[in-house]
């Protein structure tokens, strides 16, 4: 027999472990292949919820005090703090006859209830004859709770005075009509829950229902003429206008005596203020477009009046008093202590504390108003972070009233007593103040004068406030 030569024996062995290497590396990749794939990683986990901290929370007592130190009743046109008491009783009134356990106000970071308004009020009534000695009574007692997070827009309106006459006279021409018998409303929410608040002014026609007449039908032809609606006959139709705007004001009689004529109504057609109609046909600039400035143009270019004022369809229809002027509460307005109010974002009843500059006639008066407001009005241009102070009548209240547009604080006074009385509240309740007296159950999470045609920002251009 034979041996192998060692030489073949050498290569022999290598050719084997490569084969068997071979096979190692297919039933490695064949496990590899049937071998699941690996799961996703898990989504990251949700981002932690966002707290929102209330902006509805109340000034520190420090803070409360540093703004009590600007006020002072003179800055109002008062002789003192109380001077506020009828207005404060009426507001009292007001409030007292509503559910004590329904939200009267519910914002974030505060929710108040009538009953806890009225014990505010009450408590502001009894702090009254002690305020002119010991201002600083507003900070201890109350808590001072922010309208908005920024500046809220302070307008002005007043009570017109217009020469007039209770019977017809030729140098009288021009009508106030009283509410026609021929106008009909319906309340659109009785038909759907979208309309709510929502009312629809119409007459009848032979084709069925019809918009009420407009400015220019009423005025310029002779739509209500025949009917006995004239309460009043005025001298000037611009005047008669502003009227329209404001929604209230006096009348001065031939023999000086003096009647009040109020809101009692409107047609409901749409508002076009003269103000920016003259700024829009370019015979005034926004800037120019004061009350005075309009009613001056519009008196000395006769020839525009008709064309101008009959583009406004809307129309208010009035009353006559031996006082007046009433607010939407159906209480007597303070001047320059009465403000008209969006009742989302303040409930009437309520008191507050304001700062606003005010313009100075050159007469001279105070160039700013600090000091305590009532919420005793609305209009329907009152909307959102937008207040109006009644300026009273008058020369001064005309200047002030048309000219006025400034930024404002506001602050809801709510009394300590009022809070410790809140229950819990399981969300957005009512706020105990940082550094107050509270010490109660608040927690940080817990139709009238202004029923005229004024709008959102300007009297006749926008510094009213009546509107639809």
């Known amino acids: 027999m034979t041996t192998p030569r060692s030489g073949r024996a050498r290569t022999a062995a290598p050719a084997s472990l490569r084969l068997f290497g071979l096979l190692l590396l297919a039933l490695a990749l064949a496990w590899g292949c049937a071998r699941p794939a690996a799961p996703p990683p898990p989504p990251p986990p949700p981002p932690p919820a966002k707290v929102e901290r209330p902006w509805f929370e109340p000034l520190s007592v420090e803070q409360a005090l540093a703004r009590v130190a600007q006020m002072h009743p003179s800055s109002q046109g008062f002789s003192s703090w109380r001077d506020l ?60 709770f922010p309208v908005e997070q920024g500046e809220t827009l302070v307008t002005g309106y007043y009570e017109p005075f217009l020469e007039a006459s209770l019977e017809p006279d030729p140098a009288y021409p021009y009508a106030i009509y009283g509410r026609p018998a021929d106008m009909l409303a319906v309340d659109l929410g009785e038909f759907h829950p979208r309309w709510k608040g929502q009312k629809l002014h119409y007459r009848l026609g032979k084709n069925g229902i019809k918009p009420y007449h407009a400015r220019g039908e009423i005025d310029f032809n002779g739509a209500l003429q025949g009917k006995g609606l004239e309460l009043a006959w005025v001298k000037d139709r611009v005047d008669l206008y502003f009227l329209h705007i404001q929604g209230s ?39 120019e477009a004061s009350a005075p400035r309009i009613k001056g143009f519009v008196q000395q270019n006769q020839h525009l009046a008709q064309d101008l004022l009959s583009e406004d369809l809307s129309y208010v229809f009035f009353r006559l008093s031996d006082v007046g002027p009433f607010g939407s509460m159906g209480s007597l307005l303070t001047p320059m ?55 009273g009548s008058g020369p001064y209240a005309e200047f002030v009233s048309g000219r006025m547009k400034n930024p404002g604080v506001l602050h809801i006074l709510v009394s300590n007593r009022a809070l410790a009385g809140l229950p819990p509240a399981s969300g957005n309740g009512a706020s105990a103040p940082k550094n107050g007296n509270a010490g109660g159950n608040g927690t940080k999470n817990g139709n009238g004068t202004k029923n005229g045609n004024a709008p959102k920002n300007g009297n006749a251009v926008g510094n009213g406030a009546a509107g639809q």
């Not at 009689?253 to 047609?267: E, F, I, S, T």
């Open 249 to 287: 004001g006096r009348l001065i009689l031939p023999d000086g005596r003096v009647k009040h004529v109020l809101y009692a109504d409107k047609n409901g057609r749409e508002l076009a203020m003269l103000g920016r109609t003259v700024i829009r046909r370019g015979h005034l600039t926004r800037d």
């Open 85 to 144: 008491e009828p207005g404060l009783k009426a507001s009292l009134a007001y409030v007292s006859g509503k559910p004590a356990a329904q939200a009267a106000v519910d914002r974030p970071g505060l929710k108040l209830t009538w009953g806890a308004m009225r014990q505010t009020l009450e408590d502001l009534i009894a702090a009254l004859p002690y305020l002119d000695a010991d201002p600083a009574l507003l900070a201890r007692v109350f808590a001072w």
């Open 337 to 391: 202590g009465s403000i008209a109010v969006d009742r989302s974002q303040v409930p009437l009843g309520a008191a507050l504390a304001m700062t606003t500059p005010l313009p100075v006639p050159p007469q001279g008066g105070p160039g700013r108003l600090s000091g305590l407001m009532l919420a005793q009005d609305t209009g329907g241009a009152i909307v959102g972070n937008h207040v109006d102070l009644f300026c």
